[in-house]
């Protein structure tokens, strides 16, 4: 069973470009969250699907960032403008809905805003 | 924040068991304890949940206090491959995951 994909692995933008993150849950899990570590921090949470319902979006941290799961399959998160405090590791995690969060976590994306 | 407290850093040799406390002084009683490793540059990792009892997978062992306030995780006989970080995290069952600063194990031969 393939496990969480996200593409691309490695994103370099310059500040005020657009850039977008995708990640493919496992097959069949309804809940995909997005979380993102910046460098020296925490790994922060941003927000969480329940198929393509956006459950709790309280970690997002400004309008500059979208987050899509149209038909509740793939996610897109979408950065525009970026800034250079986005940079980061943005990471994505699907569940099943069995009533607890056992996340499964795919590799990330490192995104370096220049 | 976090609702956890862990040692910041750990060492342990290989072959030896590793024991990580986590503190959880404030844990409710609906919350699950979840424990989660970050290898570098990958992606965290489950490892193993609890409610109140103690709980044993292929990966490692937990062990909650009585009055929950605590756990240990133990990893039975650690590897090289084993360092990490370690996150201990309390939970209810829609909540979402709050990663804290974790534990830094770092086996060495």
């Known amino acids: 069973e393939a496990g969480v994909t996200q593409f691309p692995s490695h994103s370099v933008i310059e500040k005020g470009q657009t850039v977008t993150l995708r990640c493919d849950p496992i097959?069949?899990?309804?809940?995909l969250y997005w979380y993102r570590r910046v460098m020296g921090k925490e790994i922060k949470f941003l927000l969480h699907?329940?198929?393509?319902?956006?459950?709790?979006e309280s970690g997002m941290p400004n309008n500059r960032f979208l987050a899509e799961r149209t038909g509740g399959t793939y996610s897109t998160l979408k950065v525009q403008p970026a800034e250079l405090e986005d940079s980061g590791v943005y990471f994505c995690?699907?569940?099943?809905?069995?009533?607890?969060?056992?996340?499964?976590f795919g590799s990330g994306t490192q995104l370096s805003v220049l | 924040d976090a609702k956890t407290t862990q040692p910041p850093s750990m060492d342990c040799a290989e072959g030896r068991a590793a024991n990580l406390p986590c503190n959880h002084s404030?844990?409710?009683?609906?919350?699950?304890v979840y424990w989660y490793r970050q290898i570098h540059s990958q992606g965290p990792q489950y490892i193993i949940h609890?409610?109140?009892n103690n709980e044993t997978n292929e990966m490692a062992s937990l062990i909650i206090t009585e009055d929950r306030k605590s756990s240990t995780l133990i990893l039975p006989h650690a590897t090289l491959r084993d360092t990490a970080v370690y996150y201990c995290?309390?939970?209810?069952?829609?909540?979402?995951?709050?990663f804290g600063t974790g534990t830094r194990l770092q086996v060495f031969p």
């Open positions: 995690a699907s569940s099943q809905d069995r009533g607890i969060p056992l996340l499964f």
């Open positions: 097959s069949g899990h309804d809940n």
């Open positions: 699907f329940v198929k393509e319902s956006k459950q709790d």
């Open positions: 404030t844990i409710s009683g609906n919350e699950y």
């Open positions: 609890g409610l109140k």
């Open positions: 995290i309390v939970s209810a069952n829609t909540d979402k995951l709050i």
